[in-house]
């Protein structure tokens, strides 16, 4: 297993377009989260599933705002109508149940024009 | 709402320090708190974490120490290297929630 994959690495799109990323969280981890990071702080936390269960959800993530796990694996988060501040990096991370670690992915930075 | 705060901000030392990077956390009621190292442009590396009941963790040349009741816990890091230069955070997960609350980081650099 080679850990947390997200793809694409890179998105630029302009304003009011929208994207979508997908995380793919190491193999037997059944938690698995969202965040964004702008430069100079910390991750902030989006949403986190258990299984296809998404649990909690942040004030952060507006109704522009989805994601899924359809079958308990990957993850895709959809941001609707673009805005230039959701240019951010955006992080998924996934760990096991019971087991408060998380093992992060290498992120997909958002540049919106 | 759990409040995190790592200091200092930035940090530029010669090869061959040890140093003491500082988390001081508002809410003394956690259940863990855990160390990342994020290398610009990329993604977090785990490398300690402490459960609420542990005073430290050691991984090679990195020390996590917790003092709940202070609500503070330092990341001790010896015989730094260029290679450590990259930015710490510390996360702190408030009464089990498996949702951290993140510092802004202390930005190392080590030069030779």
């Known amino acids: 297993d080679t850990g947390v994959s997200q793809n694409p690495r890179h998105k630029i799109t302009k304003r009011g377009q929208n994207v979508t990323f997908r995380c793919d969280p190491i193999?037997?981890?059944?938690?698995l989260y969202w965040y964004r990071q702008t430069l100079g702080q910390g991750p902030e936390f989006l949403t986190y599933f258990q299984n296809e269960a998404q649990l909690e959800k942040s004030r952060l993530l507006s109704d522009r705002f989805s994601a899924e796990r359809p079958k308990g694996s990957f993850s895709t988060l959809e941001i609707q109508r673009t805005e230039q501040g959701d240019s951010a990096m955006y992080l998924c991370a996934s760990s096991s149940a019971g087991q408060y670690e998380q093992y992060f992915g290498p992120g997909t930075r958002l540049t919106v024009t | 709402k759990q409040e995190v705060t790592q200091i200092p901000a930035a940090l530029s030392v010669p090869e061959g320090e040890n140093l003491v990077l500082n988390c001081s956390f508002t809410d003394s009621a956690i259940y863990n708190l855990q160390w990342f190292r994020q290398d610009p442009g990329k993604g977090l590396t785990s490398l300690l974490l402490?459960?609420?009941?542990?005073r430290e963790q050691t991984s090679g040349r990195l020390n996590a120490s917790l003092d709940k009741s202070s609500g503070r816990s330092t990341l001790y890091i010896a015989a730094s290297q260029p290679g450590d230069s990259a930015t710490y955070l510390c996360a702190v997960d408030p009464g089990g929630s498996y949702i951290p609350t993140f510092g802004r980081g202390t930005s190392l650099i080590v030069h030779p």
């Open positions: 193999s037997e981890h059944n938690r």
């Open positions: 402490i459960q609420s009941s542990q």
